[in-house]
């Protein structure tokens, strides 16, 4: 574990290891304060692995390279210092990290640093690139995977692309992949990492890297409830096994995570009649792949007829939550009226005043509100945007604070989520109708994907958790804070 603050700015990076034993200890280790304590926790694991003190070093290199991709200002400070100045860790408590007590020790994160310094000063542009895998695509869809060839020797990239994929790098190849799939440039034809370097700063933006494997049994993937493509998988090296199959399809159709959605799995050869997928078959189903049969592997999944309980289970704690009803506040009944009753009434006059200059640039806004003391909801600029509401009006998020209020007051208290979640379809339809609304305006794509979801009526939650892996866990709608 790395942790440096920098201008108030805290940023950690932790590297664990491929060990079971570990995972328990993974969230403490992501939210410890300080290296020290993070440390600690690793050393409680039991005895360090046997070539720990080879691969240390790596480690550290790894780290602290990252941080100072992460951290501009850090880089530049580095980078200030001249060439053939030597950089010193003067930590008396480390004679391995630091100097140690006597200014004797090995010194090493000061050797790295001035190693880092050459390389940062030799590449001033990360070079990542997303992995593909012909005859199968995205192994990784609808996540994608890149590796960094920044300063890499052409002849090193092909270990890099097996490692992402957990093979061996006697089993691939790897092709550069510009002018949107048309060229294609085998890594052989670059002789030095200058070389590399200079094709990859020339098509930056317009490059990505193409592993080719020696041999591959691939079989199509399809969604039987939708009768649609969804993709390609390889049996010989990436999906060896029914598990990792079933795995790469809860991936792609997250709704087969759910039993409740009494998710199946079938395949078929050259149009066989159907039969269910298991471990016992995927010998035949893989021979066939590598045959070149027509070799389709089939999900299906139901929508139930009524709403479900909660199918996502909550996550574990050691003190799970808990709810105390009582009087927790000194205020008087009417006081406490009074503040939540300022805290709607200004949380609403804040969208109003935002709306004004929603998605505006700071010199568009200056330019449609020249005098800024009449910047005011009921002046508002009426452009394509803004003259969806009335001057006066409010967006969706004071809309969504009053439905997620209503379901509070619902539950005496807590958050009643199926409340909340058939009232805001409803709102979305019809708005506050008694405020004169004909519709929900200003929703995002996000909420809409999730209103839209075929399974928002029966089991919400695991709608919202469908769209949320269907675009790889990588949205982070405004909405979400906003309510």
């Keep these: 574990m790395v942790n440096r603050t920098n201008n108030n700015r805290k940023s950690t990076i932790i590297l664990f290891s491929n060990n079971p034993k570990q995972e328990r200890r993974v969230p403490e280790v992501r939210l410890a304060g300080e290296p020290g304590v993070a440390k600690h926790l690793g050393r409680t694991l039991g005895p360090l692995r046997p070539d720990w003190d080879q691969v240390k070093r790596d480690r550290l290199q790894q780290a602290m390279r990252e941080k100072l991709w992460a951290h501009r200002g850090p880089r530049e400070a ?31 994160i000061g050797q790295e640093l001035q190693k880092l310094r050459t390389f940062f000063g030799s590449y001033l542009q990360r070079r990542r690139l997303t992995l593909k895998v012909a005859n199968v695509g995205g192994p990784w869809e609808p996540f994608s995977k890149e590796i960094d060839v920044t300063g890499t020797v052409p002849s090193e990239v092909a270990e890099l692309a097996a490692k992402a994929l957990g093979l061996t790098p006697e089993v691939l190849s790897v092709d550069l992949v510009t002018e949107g799939g048309f060229e294609k440039i085998p890594l052989e034809s670059f002789g030095s990492a200058a070389d590399l370097e200079s094709f990859l700063a020339k098509n930056a933006g317009d490059c990505l890297a193409e592993v080719n494997l020696t041999e591959v049994a691939a079989v199509t993937l399809w969604n039987g409830t939708d009768d649609s493509y969804i993709g390609r998988a390889d049996l010989l090296h990436l999906c060896r096994s029914c598990d990792d199959l079933l795995e790469r399809f809860k991936m792609m159709v997250p709704l087969l995570r759910h039993t409740g959605f009494a998710p199946s799995v079938n395949f078929s050869i050259d149009d066989s009649e159907p039969r269910t997928l298991d471990e016992a078959c995927m010998s035949e189903i893989r021979a066939a792949a590598e045959e070149m049969a027509d070799v389709v592997i089939s999900a299906r999944y139901t929508l139930p007829d009524q709403p479900q309980a909660a199918l996502l289970s909550a996550p574990e704690v050691d003190e799970p939550a808990q709810v105390v009803f009582g009087r927790h506040t000194a205020l008087s009944p009417e006081a406490l009226r009074d503040r939540v009753k300022g805290l709607v009434w200004g949380a609403a006059l804040g969208d109003a005043v935002g709306l004004c200059t929603e998605f505006m640039t700071k010199a568009g806004a200056a330019e449609k509100y020249a005098d800024p003391a009449k910047l005011s909801p009921a002046s508002r600029v009426a452009d394509k945007h803004r003259s969806r509401w009335g001057q006066g009006d409010w967006t969706d998020d004071t809309d969504q604070l009053v439905l997620v209020l209503d379901a509070v007051v619902a539950g005496n208290g807590v958050l009643d989520q199926r409340l909340f979640a058939k009232s805001l379809k409803q709102w979305r339809q019809n708005g506050f109708p008694e405020l004169g609304d004909t519709a929900g305006l200003g929703i995002g794509q996000t909420v809409s994907a999730v209103l839209e979801h075929p399974a928002y009526d029966v089991a919400p939650d695991v709608a919202a958790d469908a769209e949320w892996r269907q675009y790889g866990c990588s949205m982070a709608a405004n909405g979400a804070v906003m309510r």
Excluded: K
């Design 78 to 108: 580095l980078l200030s210092i001249p060439e053939g100045v030597r950089i010193v860790s003067a930590n008396p408590a480390d004679p391995y990290f630091g100097t140690g007590p006597d200014g004797c020790g090995q010194n090493v």
